[in-house]
């Protein structure tokens, strides 16, 4: 029997779908004429709107996160070290105390921990604590020597061993330093961290995609996927446990093995696809590391480049000339030049490709990237949720001045750039409807900051917004034929809302509830199912 007639009962518009594509969309009385055996499903007084797609955040991530403590909610260092406890009295013998999503400037002040805060909850167990932004984390004294670093260790390219005015390893570690320990994805050689078997990872990743079910997400962006994680994501595809369609960035350690086998951009089908070639070229900004032209607040700190200017035109070049997608991290406005020098270097060199690259982040722009990203035809993937979640910290690193042009929805769209919606989850909220809210209102939701407006020329309409999260991010991935939009021949993949987003009040954008979601024609969440 042909599946259709999905409607909206009050003005009874309908869908028909017939497998996983809408083959019509209309008025309902037309759709019984032309689908006469058809199963009806009425949603009643109900808002239905494309599937959220998150163009960037980490699910494979996300999945192997679930093994450690998620110390987001800790609002003290008593209770942070408490969870951290508990997670130990949990752990084999031997084993790893993994913290995560450790939020410094919720739980500790705006001061990192270090090696002696995690010495106290244990001097034999190695500890891992990463920071909220995954860009940097702590150890403790057994975690440094588990990983062979001591006080005559160097940092390694592209990341760094923080000390203390001794010369003495505090414990911090930022970027390549971090990736080494705990990313295989990303890491040059054997991780510290062992990853998780294939079996675990695909019970914590159905974990995590009903979550993501739960809040109308249909397709994400895993912006961190190396061999082991891609063969994690196959195995579910295989399996048919995917109920979020993936587009997978593939990490630049491994560029030269994929693109030998022949995974580049567009490889795969619409459960599973290869979506470019991710890399990064400076810090975090919600960690105070990335490459900015200004130095951050009060300090003459210009923030961390990770990959040489060299490196990053060695990759640009590699990656366009393959013909494939690349998607690079870019915070800081004098990273995103780098970036787009690399690019137009890569263009120039390839004529023949017109690829259309994508720069992660983009999260501080001035006049010349845009010209120069509009000449290049890049993609943005800003945060969407990034003023609300991280409003102090951004007002103490970059001031109110430059909050005017970080996130820059407004001046992306105006100046004609094709914009995506991106949480970097679990850096940031996933809730696609709580990032909505921040991008229409530009409020912090963030400690002493609440309800302050930040950046507020950078406001979009709730339109825009949805377009961020529907039609921009599937330009983003590469399949605005099929995704973000609700009209013959695209995906049936929907979201049922109690309200509608584009009448209330931008202030209750976060407070519509999704009742239903469906991909390919097929309801994977309703409301009252488990998460």
Known sequence: MERGGVRLAAAEPALTIVGDRVVAAGELADARERFPEAELVD????????????????????????????????????????????????????????????????????????????????????????????????????????????????????????????????????????????????????????????????????????????????????????????????????????????????????????????????????????????????????????????????????????????????????????????????????????????????????????TAHRIEHCSMIDDEILRRMRALGAIAVPFGSYVAFHGDKLLDYYGEQRLGRMFAHRSLLDAGIAVAGSSDYPCGPFEPLTALRSTVTRESTSGRTTGQVLGAAQRITAVEALGLYTTGSAQASGEADVKGRLSPGCLADFVVLDDDPLAVDGHRLADIEVRQTWVGGRLVWSKGDRV
């Open 43 to 354: 949603f009643g007084a109900a808002t239905i709107v494309p599937g959220f797609n998150d163009a960037h955040q980490h699910p494979t991530m996300t999945a192997a996160n679930r093994r450690g403590a998620d110390l987001s909610g800790a609002r003290s260092r008593a209770e942070l070290l408490s969870a951290l406890r508990e997670r130990a009295a949990e752990v084999d013998a031997g084993g790893w105390v993994i913290g995560t999503r450790y939020d410094h400037g919720r739980s500790t002040g705006g001061v990192p921990l270090s090696r002696a805060d995690l010495d106290e909850v244990s001097g034999t167990a190695p500890i891992l604590v990463i920071n909220i932004g995954a860009h940097w984390g702590v150890l403790n004294s057994a975690g440094l020597a588990a990983a062979g670093l001591s006080d005559s260790s160097e940092s390694p390219p592209g990341g760094e061993l923080t000390r203390d005015a001794a010369g003495r390893l505090t414990g911090v570690v930022h970027e390549q330093a971090l990736f080494d320990m705990a990313y295989p994805s990303l890491s040059r050689a054997e991780p510290v961290v062992p990853p998780l078997d294939i079996g675990t990872g695909r019970e914590h990743l159905g974990a995590v995609m009903r979550t993501l079910n739960a809040v109308g997400i249909t397709s994400v962006g895993d912006a961190m996927v190396g061999p082991s994680e891609l063969a994690l994501l196959q195995s579910a595809r295989d399996r048919g446990e995917l109920t979020v369609r993936v587009n997978a960035l593939l990490t630049y350690p491994h560029v030269d093995a994929f693109h030998a086998i022949g995974l580049r951009t567009g490889y795969g089908d619409h459960w599973l696809r290869i979506g470019g070639i991710k890399a990064f070229a400076d810090g975090a900004v919600a960690g105070g590391t990335c490459l900015v032209e200004e130095p951050f607040e009060g300090t003459q700190d210009h923030g961390i480049q990770t990959l040489t200017s060299a490196e990053l035109d060695d990759l640009a070049r590699a990656v366009h000339a393959a013909g494939s997608r690349l998607a690079i991290h870019a915070n800081g406005d004098r990273a995103i030049k780098l970036v787009l020098d690399a690019l137009e270097k890569a263009r120039e060199a390839h004529p023949e490709h017109r």
